[in-house]
């Protein structure tokens, strides 16, 4: 406790002010106030990583009475649940009044009793916080009809979306209603939860949604109702280094199931390359066409596992990414009438491997210069659902689907008045959205000054607007070859280029800093690929972005 160690700080002062000092003769002052052996406890904080983690096992409660009184007496299990050893406090809490005591922690399975005058309500171990325990989500149950089951502290508030609430104690949940719009389901209304524990676990997010021209029983929409969930890192499956999500989804003519991991290997954490290895299993199907933009999408669903290698580095001016990634599956296009079953699927092996690199270097303290090389090759029986091609000009729609804003046809962000760019595939970001091919190789090169630039002393103080922070002019150049949708020129060469100007203007808001990028492709060289659809090479097109290019 804080009267302890005030004490061990004065005698330790004391003793040893103006000597020469070591661990030994700490430790010997601290054990010597506290008459306790502290051993243990520096090889724990001072030598080693341990992992600390208690929890509140089984609960018994009985009511007794003596001669004079009559009580209620409590028997509490004390788990311990990784190597690390601190002495915790446990609490039994009634309607009237509290008990607590303190164990050692030393062993795995522990049994204490406590005595209260009210009925037991609620237990918990280390209620002040006070140990290093990292996962305090089991360290708490409650009285309910059928006995005391785990509940963690909750903080429930309403989501300011640029922010998150973050506690040591407990788990947060931000709620927020939704709203969207697409050409099939019209006004869509909904609602979302986001959870965090410690900033790293239990980050999920569940969305339930209902368009307003979903009433009608439209065969598999479940009445225009739809759901989205997203389970991130589970204090379950804690693994140091590690992130594992699971997906699940009914929305919008599209529903799947989805798993990933991908764990950190570098073996320095403070110098050297930033590496990581992961590997994913997603099964996505269409369920109603109404819903998918055609440029997009094929009638169909995938079964496809992935595995890739990427990595970051920072070496001088130089700031270094790259992965690496091989995938491949099954498809099937959608169920059609078969001469015997009364069905049949029409199915193919595919298989997808993707490449790319960028490099970006300061050239001075005001200006930067970056280039990205990209290489995707899908090999299968014949030309393999949309959807699993290799976009030429941004991601493919299995990285948009999880934004309600470009997962469907008329959405915000991917109707015909806004030609919004999404990075990934080719990058050639003055074509239309659904430009792919099947072999592909692409290359995008910028240069950008900074024109206005607010220190943080600056927003601080609150002069000018905080919610520009820094803006920046640039030139851009993307150029792919490939087949499919790029017509070929003489010698079957399948080139197409574009080249530029922008505008990036870096934001703040609360604890969420972003990128909104705007985008002027004036050169296309294949027109007819254009955002614009028009003839003429040369033209003034405008493309926008809420992330950096590459």
Do not use: C
């Not at 150029?479 to 203007?505: C, E, F, K, Q, Y």
């Not at 909104?516 to 926008?544: C, H, K, N, Y």
């Amino acid at each position: 406790g804080d009267a302890t160690m005030w004490q061990i700080l004065r005698t330790y002062y004391q003793r040893w002010k103006l000597r020469h000092v070591d661990e030994d003769a700490f430790r010997t002052v601290a054990e010597e106030v506290s008459g306790r052996d502290l051993g243990a406890f520096f090889a724990q904080f001072l030598h080693g990583t341990e992992l600390y983690d208690y929890s509140i096992g089984g609960v018994r409660t009985q009511r007794r009475k003596d001669a004079t009184t009559q009580r209620w007496v409590s028997r509490v299990e004390v788990k311990r649940h990784a190597p690390g050893i601190f002495p915790v406090d446990v609490v039994v809490r009634s309607g009237s009044d509290s008990a607590r005591i303190r164990v050692s922690g030393t062993a795995a399975s522990e049994w204490v009793e406590l005595r209260t005058e009210g009925r037991p309500r609620e237990v918990e171990v280390d209620p002040d916080v006070r140990s290093h325990d990292w996962n305090m989500l089991n360290n708490r149950k409650k009285r309910r009809l059928l006995g005391f089951s785990t509940v963690p502290r909750r903080d429930v508030y309403l989501d300011r979306i640029f922010s998150r609430r973050i506690r040591r104690d407990g788990l947060t949940a931000a709620i927020a209603p939704t709203v969207w719009y697409n050409d099939e389901g019209g006004v869509t209304l909904g609602g979302r939860v986001r959870t965090d524990y410690l900033g790293r676990f239990e980050q999920n997010e569940l969305m339930l949604s209902v368009d307003t021209r979903g009433w009608d029983e439209r065969e598999g929409s479940l009445g225009g109702f739809g759901g989205y969930l997203s389970v991130g890192n589970p204090v379950r499956l804690q693994t140091p280094r590690t992130a594992q999500t699971l997906e699940a989804y009914w929305v919008e003519g599209r529903a799947g199931l989805a798993v990933a991991a991908e764990r950190q290997t570098n073996p320095h954490r403070t110098f050297g390359p930033r590496t990581w290895r992961g590997g994913s299993l997603r099964w996505l199907v269409t369920t109603e066409t109404e819903y998918l933009d055609p440029t997009l999408w094929d009638g169909g669903g995938t079964v496809e596992a992935e595995g890739w290698l990427r990595s970051e580095e920072r070496r001088g001016r130089w700031t270094l990414s790259g992965r690496l990634g091989a995938g491949g599956g099954i498809e099937y296009r959608n169920r059609g009438i078969g001469l015997t079953t009364g069905t049949n699927y029409d199915i193919q092996p595919y298989l997808r491997l993707t490449a790319e690199a960028s490099a970006r270097r300061e050239l001075g303290g005001r200006t930067s210069a970056a280039i990205r090389g990209y290489a995707g090759w899908v090999e299968s029986g014949r030309r393999p659902l949309k959807q699993r091609q290799l976009f030429v000009s941004g991601a493919d729609p299995y990285r948009q689907f999880a934004n309600p804003f470009l997962r469907s046809r008329g959405a915000l962000l991917s109707g015909n008045d806004v030609h919004y760019h999404l990075p990934g595939g080719g990058g050639v970001r003055g074509l239309q959205p659904g430009v792919t091919a099947t072999r592909l190789l692409a290359i995008n090169v910028e240069a950008d000054r900074v024109v206005l630039l607010r220190s943080d002393r600056d927003s601080s103080a609150g002069r000018g607007m905080r919610l520009f922070r820094e803006v920046r002019i640039a030139g851009f150049g993307d150029a792919a070859l490939g087949n499919g949708d790029i017509p070929p020129t003489g010698g079957g060469a399948s080139l197409v280029a574009d080249a530029g100007v922008g505008l990036r203007v870096r934001h703040r808001i609360a604890q969420t800093s972003f990128v909104t990028r705007f985008d002027a492709p004036i050169l296309v060289t294949r027109p007819r690929l254009a955002v614009d659809d028009q003839t003429g090479s040369v033209r003034f097109r405008l493309i926008v972005s809420f992330s950096p290019a590459f």
